[in-house]
Nanobody, 124 residues
Framework: QVQLVESGGGLVQAGGSLRLSCAASGRTFSSYAMGWFRQAPGKEREFVSTIAWYSATTYYTDSVKGRFTISRDNTKKTVYLQMNSLKPEDTAVYYC?????????????????WGQGTQVTVSS
């Protein structure tokens, strides 16, 4: 069982930065691939990024490549999403998720555990 708690969301101007954190409980965090998804009002939840349990493999959706960086610290049981050059279209609730796969996928059903989400609002 893994419990996930996101933090770090907030209101930021376009071009600004935020770093999201997702703290996990449970002894097997290091064996899970981790992912970030987001959901804007009136839209479906969409994949943002994922990182394998061993950190070397990461994937990003095209719209955030070069702006967002996912990382993890297995000793702290925490995964991060550094978001730079934020745009108004990045406004959404951001969710952290854990997958029992070696490398997390880009689909909702690839993940076994979810956090409650943290709001990110980017003003123009």
């Amino acid at each position: 069982q893994v419990q996930l708690v996101e933090s770090g969301g907030g209101l930021v101007q376009a071009g600004g930065s935020l770093r999201l954190s997702c703290a996990a409980s449970g002894r097997t965090f290091s064996s899970y691939a981790m992912g970030w998804f987001r959901q804007a009002p009136g839209k479906e939840r969409e994949f943002v990024s994922t990182i394998a349990w061993y950190s070397a493999t990461t994937y990003y959706t095209d719209s955030v490549k070069g702006r967002f960086t996912i990382s993890r610290d297995n000793t702290k049981k925490t995964v991060y999403l550094q978001m730079n050059s934020l745009k108004p279209e990045d406004t959404a609730v951001y969710y952290c998720a854990a997958s029992g796969r070696i490398v997390g996928g880009n689909r909702y059903n690839d993940y076994d555990y979810w956090g409650q989400g943290t709001q990110v609002t980017v003003s123009s």
